[in-house]
C-alpha cells in the first residue's frame, strides 16, 4: 500500500500536539479512500485521546480487519475496548499482538486479566515477560498491581520501588508506591512517595489529596486540611479532595464547614455513596438536628445510592423455620477496631450447631484480631474491590439466610450490597446509631435503653430489643492495672476524656466548663493524638471563652511513656461523657480501668450508648436527665473520694462479672432474635 503523504503530516500534527489538523488530514484521505487502514488507526486513536471510545473502537476494528498484520492497531484497539470496559475484546486483541512477538502483547493480556479480577494469572503473564526482558519497568508496575489486587503489599511495593529504579520518571507509579505504602502504614515513606510527585510537578492536584490523606492518617489534621485545599485550587471539580477536607473539619469538631465540604462534594460527584454516607455521619453530631430530618436524610441516601432495592428477591434458601441457620456478617472493621471489641463476644459464643456464621471483610490488610475472628468463622470472605453487584450475587451463592451489617453509614461500608437485597433477610446492628434508610434491611438489634419507647419511627427497619443489652464488650488482654486513685497521689481531681474531638461540641465545652468554674482546683485532662497544633490552640481558645484557666486545662496527644493509651485512665478520676453522640468503647475502656464515667441520657440511640452500658454495669447512678443532674453527680463523686477509690478498687472486677462482658447471653439472645427472623421469613412465604 502507497502511503499517502498527507498521513505523515497527520502524524506530525498527532505529535506537535495537534490533533485537531491530524484528524481533519486522515478524513480528508479516507473521502478519497475509505479503506485506508492507517488512517482508520489513526482517526481511531486520536479519537480514543480525546474519550470517544465507542467512535475509536468502531474505527480501530475496522483498520484491524483492512489490515490485520498492523500490530499498532491491536494495541489500540485493545487499550480502547480496556477503557470501555471490554476486557474479554480487549484481551483476544493483545493476543494477537503478542504471537507477533510484541511485548507489549503480553503486558495488554495481564493487564485485560486484571480487569477481569484474575490477578494470579495476569502475575503469571507479568512473569513471563520480565523471564524476557527484567529492565521492563511497566511490566514490573504491572505485576505490582496484580500482587497490590492478591493483597501482597509489600511484594507490590517492591515491585513498584524496582519500577522507579529503571524509569523514575514514572509519576503514575509514585502514586501506586505511595498508596500501598500508606495502606501498610509505611507513612512517612508513604508521604515521600507524593511529595516527589509534587516536587516534579507542584500542580499535581491528586498528589497534594493523598499527601492530604497521609497525613490524615498520622493524625497532622490541620496540615491535610492544607493539602486539600492546595488540591482544590487546583482542580476545584476534584469531588474526592471535598470530601477528605469534609472528613478532616468534621473530625477537628467543625462540622458546619465539613457538612458544607460533602455536600460541595455530591454536587460534584452525586453518585458517592461513601461520601454521602460521610455526609449522614457528620449529621449525627450536630447537637440541634432536628431527628424527623435526619431521617429524611437517610431515607434520600437510600432513593439516591440504592435505588435498586429488593431486585434479588428470588432466593433459593429453603423456607424450613426450624433449620441451620446461614448467618453472614459484613463489616470493614473486622480487625483491631472498636466494632470489633463487641463483635467477638458474639462471634465466641455462636452455637455453630444453630448457625453456620459467614464474615465478608472489607479489609485490605488483616491484623491479629481479623486473623481470631477468621477462626471463629465458618467461612471468610474477602471483598476489597468487589463491585457490589458481584458481592451481592457471592452472598445469594452462599446461600445466606441472614445478612447483618455492622457499619451502617461509617467509613468503607458496603449498605449498596444490601440496596440489591442478597439475602432473604437483612439486618443492621452495631457500628453505626443510626437508621441505615435502606428499605432491603428488614431489622435493627438495640435494645430497652439504647432505645426507648417511640424510637421505632425513626427507623426505617423494624426494631427488635434484645433484653440483656446492646452489646457485650471484650476487655484488652493488655490493660495495665487500674492503680490507685489519682487524686490521693495528686490531692487534685482530674476529670478526663478520651473522646473523639468531634464529639466536644460547644454544649459540650460549656458544661464542662461550668463544672471546672465550680471547682477551680480540679483539671480537666483531654487525650487525643490529633489533639497538637493549631487543633489544641482551637481547643484552649474554646474553653477560655467560657473562663477555664489554661492551669486547670491539660491537652495530650501522646500516650504516657513507654505505656499504652490505657495507661492514661490511670491519672483520671473521673470521665466525662460528651453528648449528643456518647462514648461507647470509651466508656467500656473507662470502666475496664477502674474509671466511673458519667453522661447525660440523650433522647435516641446515640445520646443513650453509655446509659446502656452503665445499666449493664449497675451504675444507673451515674445517669443525668439534664445538664444540672450531670453537674450534681460529677460534683457529689468529686466530693466523695473514699467512693472513688472504692470504685476504682472494685470496678475491673464489676465489669467482668456484669452482663456487658457475658458474650455467651447475648449470643443466645442474638440467635433467638435470628430464629424469629427467620420464621417470620418462612411464614411470609
Not at 497544633?533 to 492551669?551: C, M, N, V
Amino acid at each position: 500500500m502507497t502511503a499517502d503523504p498527507r498521513l505523515q503530516r497527520a502524524l506530525e500534527h498527532q505529535r506537535a500536539g495537534d490533533p485537531d489538523r491530524a484528524e481533519q488530514l486522515c478524513r480528508q484521505i479516507l473521502e478519497e479512500d475509505p479503506h485506508n487502514a492507517r488512517a482508520l488507526y489513526l482517526l481511531g486513536t486520536l479519537a480514543a485521546a480525546a474519550g470517544r471510545l465507542d467512535e475509536a473502537i468502531g474505527q480501530l476494528r475496522e483498520a484491524a480487519r483492512l489490515e490485520p498484520g498492523f500490530s499498532a492497531t491491536w494495541l489500540n484497539l485493545g487499550n480502547a475496548l480496556l477503557q470501555r470496559g471490554a476486557a474479554r475484546e480487549a484481551e483476544a486483541c493483545f493476543r494477537r499482538l503478542a504471537d507477533t512477538g510484541v511485548p507489549e502483547g503480553v503486558l495488554g493480556i495481564g493487564r485485560a486479566l486484571l480487569e477481569q479480577r484474575r490477578p494470579g494469572d495476569a502475575a503469571a503473564q507479568f512473569r513471563q515477560l520480565l523471564a524476557q526482558r527484567p529492565d521492563f519497568a511497566p511490566a514490573h508496575f504491572q505485576l505490582g498491581r496484580a500482587l497490590e489486587q492478591q493483597g501482597e503489599l509489600p511484594q507490590a511495593a517492591d515491585c513498584y520501588r524496582e519500577a522507579l529504579r529503571l524509569n523514575p520518571g514514572l509519576l503514575h507509579v509514585h502514586t501506586a508506591l505511595g498508596r500501598v505504602l500508606r495502606t501498610l502504614g509505611r507513612l512517612d515513606e508513604a508521604a515521600a512517595a507524593f511529595r516527589e510527585i509534587i516536587r516534579v510537578k507542584p500542580e499535581a492536584a491528586d498528589a497534594w489529596n493523598n499527601l492530604g490523606n497521609v497525613l490524615r492518617q498520622q493524625a497532622r489534621m490541620d496540615e491535610a486540611a492544607d493539602c486539600y485545599r492546595r488540591a482544590l485550587s487546583l482542580a476545584p471539580q476534584l469531588a474526592g479532595a471535598w470530601n477528605n477536607l469534609g472528613n478532616v473539619l468534621k473530625t477537628l469538631g467543625r462540622l458546619e464547614e465539613a457538612v458544607d465540604s460533602y455536600r460541595r462534594a455530591l454536587q460534584l460527584d452525586p453518585a458517592s455513596a461513601q461520601t454521602h454516607s460521610n455526609l449522614l455521619l457528620c449529621l449525627n453530631y450536630l447537637p440541634d438536628l432536628d431527628e424527623e430530618q435526619l431521617l429524611r436524610e437517610h431515607r434520600r441516601w437510600a432513593e439516591v445510592q440504592a435505588p435498586a432495592h429488593g431486585t434479588m428477591v428470588d432466593h433459593g434458601n429453603a423456607p424450613d423455620p426450624e433449620r441451620r441457620l446461614r448467618i453472614g456478617y459484613l463489616s470493614p472493621d473486622l480487625r483491631d477496631h472498636a466494632v470489633s471489641r463487641f463483635f467477638e463476644p458474639l462471634l465466641t459464643h455462636h452455637d455453630h450447631e444453630v448457625v453456620e456464621v459467614v464474615c465478608y471483610a472489607q479489609l485490605v490488610r488483616e491484623d491479629d484480631t481479623s486473623r481470631r475472628l477468621k477462626s471463629l468463622s465458618d467461612g471468610w470472605r474477602r471483598t476489597v474491590g468487589v463491585p457490589d453487584a458481584e458481592l451481592a450475587r457471592r452472598v445469594r451463592d452462599d446461600g445466606i439466610d441472614i445478612l447483618v451489617d455492622l457499619a451502617g453509614h461509617t467509613a468503607r461500608n458496603r449498605l449498596p450490597v444490601l440496596g440489591l437485597r442478597p439475602a432473604p433477610v437483612q439486618v443492621s446492628w452495631l457500628g453505626y446509631p443510626n437508621t441505615t434508610g435502606l428499605p432491603a434491611v428488614d431489622y435493627r438489634l438495640g435494645d430497652a435503653i439504647a432505645d426507648p419507647a417511640g424510637a421505632e419511627q425513626l427507623y426505617t427497619e423494624r426494631l427488635v430489643r434484645l433484653p440483656g443489652g446492646l452489646t457485650r464488650y471484650r476487655p484488652p488482654e493488655d490493660a495495665p492495672p487500674p492503680g490507685p486513685l489519682p487524686a490521693h497521689a495528686r490531692d487534685r481531681l482530674t476529670f478526663g476524656s478520651l473522646n473523639n474531638l468531634v464529639k466536644l461540641n460547644e454544649a459540650v465545652i460549656a458544661l464542662w466548663s461550668r463544672l471546672l468554674r465550680a471547682l477551680p482546683r480540679a483539671r480537666l485532662l483531654l487525650y487525643r493524638d490529633m489533639l497538637r497544633d493549631r487543633a489544641a490552640e482551637r481547643l484552649r481558645a474554646a474553653f477560655a471563652r467560657h473562663g477555664i484557666d489554661q492551669r486547670q486545662l491539660e491537652l495530650r496527644h501522646q500516650p504516657p511513656a513507654d505505656g499504652c493509651w490505657l495507661d492514661v485512665y490511670r491519672e483520671i478520676d473521673i470521665a466525662l461523657d460528651p453528648f449528643p453522640w456518647n462514648g461507647h468503647v470509651t466508656t467500656c475502656e473507662a470502666l475496664w480501668m477502674g474509671v466511673p464515667v458519667i453522661t447525660l441520657l440523650g433522647p435516641v440511640h446515640r445520646g443513650r450508648l453509655s446509659a446502656s452500658v452503665l445499666h449493664q454495669v449497675g451504675l444507673d447512678e451515674l445517669v443525668a436527665d439534664d445538664a444540672d443532674g450531670y453537674l450534681q453527680i460529677a460534683m457529689a463523686l468529686a466530693g466523695d473520694r473514699e467512693r472513688l477509690a472504692q470504685m476504682r478498687a472494685s470496678m475491673r472486677q464489676r465489669v467482668a462479672s456484669s452482663p456487658l462482658c457475658d458474650g455467651a447471653a447475648m449470643a443466645r439472645e442474638v440467635e433467638a432474635a435470628y430464629r424469629e427472623m427467620w420464621r417470620n421469613w418462612c411464614k411470609d412465604r
